[in-house]
């Protein structure tokens, strides 16, 4: 199995983390697509079954390097918390597909909600290497939860929501979609919350305005064996299962379906 030296670990919020580490394929000559994820294991934990998706949020083509940012919640996450410079971790990836961002757009919306922000980023800055102009809407629950907006300021405009007003304007992500800001957008990439984007995707069909959804299923292989990540879509009026690790995270807004 891939392994790999970790660069870096920091905190960057409460409970959150940012780690760089070496990545697992030679970046410039595979390639990478913004919105696929990594499957990570600390190497001591065997007694861990399940590798942890997390986003692939910054990849540094020049070092081969990559970064994810991560809420330590459970048992793997905050056993990866505890790796420092110098340890190893078990990487696979990166895996799915990403978004695939629409050449001859003009203006682009992100949309991010709590930990579902870090893909967007790396997203962020492909579009701005294209020749767009990006707006990032970005919510939180509240200061010590709101991460990576230095790097969203040098992508372009952003506003800033919270759940209790302490960072932005109080308030849900969808409140910031007004038609001021849709009035120029050519098309929406949207991560977070399952209700959050169940409430993009109504607002944005309300606006005409196309996008796309990466939807956070829970995982087992990763690699489309298990069957543990399926979620319906709809395709041509045709309603079928697909598996989010393969086909996806990430899908046209409009072939999602929420129950
Ligand atoms: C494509 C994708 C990208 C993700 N990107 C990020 C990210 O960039 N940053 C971040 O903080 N989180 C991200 N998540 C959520 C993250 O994978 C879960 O929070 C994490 O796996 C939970 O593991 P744990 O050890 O903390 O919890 P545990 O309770 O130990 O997890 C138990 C099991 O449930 C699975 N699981 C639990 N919650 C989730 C969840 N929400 N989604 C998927 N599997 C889950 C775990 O893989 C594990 O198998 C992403 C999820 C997916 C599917
Ligand atoms: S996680 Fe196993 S098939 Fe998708």
Not at 78 to 94: E, I, Q, Y
Not at 169 to 185: P, S
């Amino acid at each position: 199995m891939p392994k790999v030296r970790v660069v870096k670990q920091e905190s960057v919020g409460t409970g959150l983390y940012k780690m760089v580490f070496e990545s697992p394929i030679d970046l410039k000559e595979k390639g990478f697509m913004p919105g696929q994820f990594l499957h990570l294991r600390p190497s001591e934990s065997y007694d861990l079954l399940l590798r942890r998706p997390l986003s692939l949020c910054m990849a540094d083509v020049e070092h081969n390097v990559l970064t994810v940012v991560y809420r330590a919640q459970g048992e793997g996450t905050k056993r990866l918390a505890r790796l420092a410079a110098g340890d190893v971790v078990d990487v696979l990836g990166p895996l799915g597909h990403g978004f695939a961002a629409v050449s001859g757009d003009r203006r682009s919306l992100l949309v991010g909600g709590g930990i579902g922000v870090p893909p967007l980023v790396e997203l962020g800055r492909y579009l701005k290497k294209q020749g767009q102009s990006v707006i990032s809407v970005l919510g939180f629950q509240n200061k010590s939860q709101a991460i990576l907006l230095d790097e969203f300021a040098q992508i372009g405009d952003m506003i800033v929501m919270s759940d209790d007003g302490t960072i932005g304007e109080r308030g849900l992500v969808t409140g910031a979609l007004t038609e001021d800001v849709l009035m120029d957008v050519d098309r929406f990439y949207s991560c977070g919350p399952t209700p959050m984007l169940k409430a993009v995707q109504a607002t944005m069909k309300v606006f005409c305005v196309p996008g796309f959804l990466s939807l956070e299923e829970r995982m087992g292989c990763g690699i489309g064996i298990c069957v543990g990540c399926v979620h319906e879509i709809s395709q041509k009026g045709e309603l079928k299962y697909v598996k989010t690790c393969k086909e996806g995270p990430v899908f046209p807004s409009e072939e999602v379906v929420f129950s």
